[in-house]
């Protein structure tokens, strides 16, 4: 992964990804950086347009859980009842954001702080 980040990196800078800038922010990072790696993610990513792709990517889940989120609830009314209702609630993969707890900025980060290693 850190070769992709690497590169998100250097395309936001607006650096041109080539194996001796992608190589150069890992060894910045700290990474033991392997050649034939580096030459596969520059060649890989030749012809892609990285904005494009990431834009992308961001959509389709939050697009996907949203409507599955309002399939469920639709269904769980048909079916009738509190109980079907309280039900698809809680196995919904929608965060339930009526709740108006204010949680420290350190738990909004987590998330990142995880997925960034």
């Known amino acids: 992964m850190e070769y992709v ?3 998100l990196i250097l395309n ?3 650096e041109e990804i080539n194996e001796d800038n992608l190589t150069n922010v890992l060894d910045a990072a700290g990474v033991d950086v392997e050649e034939s790696r580096v030459k596969a993610l520059v060649a890989a990513l030749e012809d ?3 904005d494009d792709a990431v834009s992308e ?3 389709v889940p939050a697009g996907g859980a949203a409507a599955g989120g309002a399939a469920g609830g639709e269904a769980a009314a048909d079916e009738g009842g509190d109980e079907a209702e309280e039900e698809a609630e809680e196995t919904s993969d929608v965060p339930d954001t ?7 900025d350190e738990a909004d980060g987590e998330g990142l702080g995880e997925l960034f290693g």
């Open 12 to 14: 936001e800078s607006g």
């Open 48 to 50: 892609v347009d990285i």
């Open 5 to 7: 980040y690497a590169a």
């Open 98 to 104: 009526t709740d108006e707890d204010d949680e420290d």
């Open 57 to 59: 990517a961001a959509a």
